[in-house]
């Protein structure tokens, strides 16, 4: 994604991980099944293609490899991730498999990104 696109209200224009995937902010349900925390509900805080981010209301350990499962516009998503980031309550998860859930996040991150640029806000 270009630095002189414009952002759109809620998306994270220019903000990039690791990865350089950028990410947009999209808030939905999320489900995590953690070995040691059991199954737990969040909320999504944004999305690129190599993962996302949550609220989660307990600690989960850095590392550990989890199932996500959420809704995106495109459709069920049910993958998995390894725990990369925590702040708080914010923590953010890698993707680590290439399956047909990865479409659906792909699709949607392009939606998102058109629904940017459309916008045209700064």
């Keep these: 994604m270009e630095a002189g696109k414009r952002r759109a209200a809620g998306h994270y224009r220019g ?5 350089q995937k950028s990410r947009f902010k999209i808030h939905v349900p999320i489900t995590i099944h953690s070995r040691s925390c059991g199954t737990l509900k969040g909320n999504s805080v944004d999305l690129s293609e190599s993962g996302i981010a949550a609220i989660l209301p307990i600690e989960v ?6 199932e996500l499962e959420f809704t995106l516009p ?3 998503v049910k993958t998995y991730a390894v725990v990369r980031q925590r702040s708080a309550f914010r923590y953010g998860f890698q993707f680590v ?10 699709s949607t991150c392009r939606q998102l990104e058109m629904e940017e640029s459309l916008l045209g806000e700064p």
């Design 15 to 19: 903000l990039k991980d690791a990865r």
């Design 61 to 66: 350990p850095l590392g550990e490899m989890v």
């Design 74 to 76: 495109f459709g069920d």
């Design 97 to 106: 498999n290439d399956n047909a859930e990865s479409e659906v996040i792909r």
